[in-house]
């Protein structure tokens, strides 16, 4: 299950929480939230931790050195040999939260056990339990009454509610969003109409930014360092043709938006987020290994000079 899962990896977390510089804010009979980058510090143990969370213990995540003509400075590397279940039924931020004045994007295994989004029908998937996890990416810590509403759509008792937060523009915010390399190119999948299932593992890197002035600027370089620097492998069964066919759609650049820094395409689009082209979201390499055929066929490049002028702004 991975809300259980996902659980057991937040009690390790609250045991290791001063060397991993989080915070913890309880209420008696209310749920559990961890900051991660709020008021705590958090750091880049606590954004691993966070986004190993999110994917609900089935992807390991670390950070590696990358190619510096692409980007300098550390990579987040991420691998699952669950791809769907951890991507997409867990990992991906399906679960727009909102509430008067606070808003979040959800995710997380929560969502799971909510199942209230379209994708769970497509990967037929959805779980009960006695307990649930979600991530948030917000700057505010989350009021009662919003843990109440996220408590009773996952069917659990509010003292068995777990949610960890950070805001982008923070240490671990930064690493869990950049860390949705995968994430990006399976729901890109998903939307081309490719049968997941044929995915058996994944493996992405994709550069960590630095720490932008505020969540506006760093939406835009998390976004840019996935659509202009991540390298995704997936490992893949069935036919070569069809690989062929949905390989050149799946890469950033196929996308008739992709092109300019996140920020200049968002602010293009008069800061609606929903009139961007939703097919832009997914990684700038993709390479796809048959896994019964034995060919491999790569699509998609980086463009450090787009990564530069991102980083730099």
């Given at each position: 299950?991975?809300?259980?899962?996902?659980?057991?990896?937040?009690?390790?977390?609250?045991?290791?929480?001063?060397?991993?510089?989080?915070?913890?804010?309880?209420?008696?009979?209310?749920?559990?939230?961890?900051?991660?980058?709020?008021?705590?510090?958090?750091?880049?143990?606590?954004?691993?931790?966070?986004?190993?969370?999110?994917?609900?213990?089935?992807?390991?995540?670390?950070?590696?050195?990358?190619?510096?003509?692409?980007?300098?400075?550390?990579?987040?590397?991420?691998?699952?040999?669950?791809?769907?279940?951890?991507?997409?039924?867990?990992?991906?931020?399906?679960?727009?939260?909102?509430?008067?004045?606070?808003?979040?994007?959800?995710?997380?295994?929560?969502?799971a056990a909510a199942a209230?989004?379209?994708?769970?029908?497509?990967?037929?998937?959805?779980?009960?339990?006695?307990?649930?996890?979600?991530?948030?990416?917000?700057?505010?810590?989350?009021?009662?009454?919003?843990?109440?509403?996220?408590?009773?759509?996952?069917?659990?008792?509010?003292?068995?509610?777990?949610?960890?937060?950070?805001?982008?523009?923070?240490?671990?915010?930064?690493?869990?969003?950049?860390?949705?390399?995968?994430?990006?190119?399976?729901?890109?999948?998903?939307?081309?109409?490719?049968?997941?299932?044929?995915?058996?593992?994944?493996?992405?890197?994709?550069?960590?930014?630095?720490?932008?002035?505020?969540?506006l600027a760093a939406i835009?370089?998390?976004?840019?360092?996935?659509?202009?620097?991540?390298?995704?492998?997936?490992?893949?069964?069935?036919?070569?043709?069809?690989?062929?066919?949905?390989?050149?759609?799946?890469?950033?650049?196929?996308?008739?938006?992709?092109?300019?820094?996140?920020?200049?395409?968002?602010?293009?689009?008069?800061?609606?987020?929903?009139?961007?082209?939703?097919?832009?979201?997914?990684?700038?390499?993709?390479?796809?290994?048959?896994?019964?055929?034995?060919?491999?066929?790569?699509?998609?490049?980086?463009?450090?000079?787009?990564?530069?002028?991102?980083?730099?702004?």
């Open positions: 299950m991975l809300n259980l899962a996902a659980n057991a990896l937040c009690r390790r977390l609250l045991e290791d929480r001063d060397r991993l510089r989080v915070g913890v804010v309880r209420e008696p009979g209310g749920a559990t939230i961890i900051d991660c980058g709020i008021a705590a510090r958090g750091g880049l143990e606590a954004g691993r931790a966070l986004a190993e969370v999110c994917l609900a213990g089935l992807g390991q995540v670390n950070f590696v050195p990358g190619d510096p003509a692409v980007a300098a400075g550390p990579w987040v590397q991420v691998r699952t040999d669950a791809p769907v279940l951890a991507c997409m039924a867990s990992q991906y931020a399906g679960w727009a939260i909102q509430q008067e004045k606070f808003f979040a994007m959800g995710s997380g295994p929560m969502r209230k989004e379209p994708l769970f029908e497509k990967i037929n998937y959805r779980e009960q339990t006695n307990t649930a996890v979600g991530v948030l990416e917000t700057r505010k810590i989350p009021p009662k009454a919003v843990c109440q509403q996220v408590a009773q759509s996952c069917n659990v008792p509010l003292d068995r509610l777990t949610l960890l937060a950070a805001p982008t523009a923070s240490q671990a915010g930064g690493v869990q969003v950049v860390a949705r390399s995968v994430e990006t190119a399976l729901h890109k999948l998903l939307e081309l109409g490719f049968d997941l299932s044929r995915i058996d593992s994944g493996y992405g890197i994709a550069p960590l930014p630095p720490v932008a002035r505020n969540d835009g370089r998390t976004n840019d360092a996935v659509l202009y620097g991540a390298q995704v492998t997936l490992w893949v069964r069935g036919d070569d043709e069809s690989l062929e066919a949905i390989g050149p759609r799946v890469p950033s650049s196929a996308s008739a938006d992709s092109g300019a820094p996140f920020a200049e395409i968002f602010a293009r689009y008069g800061g609606d987020f929903y009139k961007i082209d939703p097919l832009l979201f997914s990684p700038a390499e993709v390479t796809l290994m048959n896994l019964d055929t034995g060919r491999t066929f790569r699509y998609g490049a980086t463009r450090p000079d787009l990564l530069a002028r991102s980083f730099q702004d």
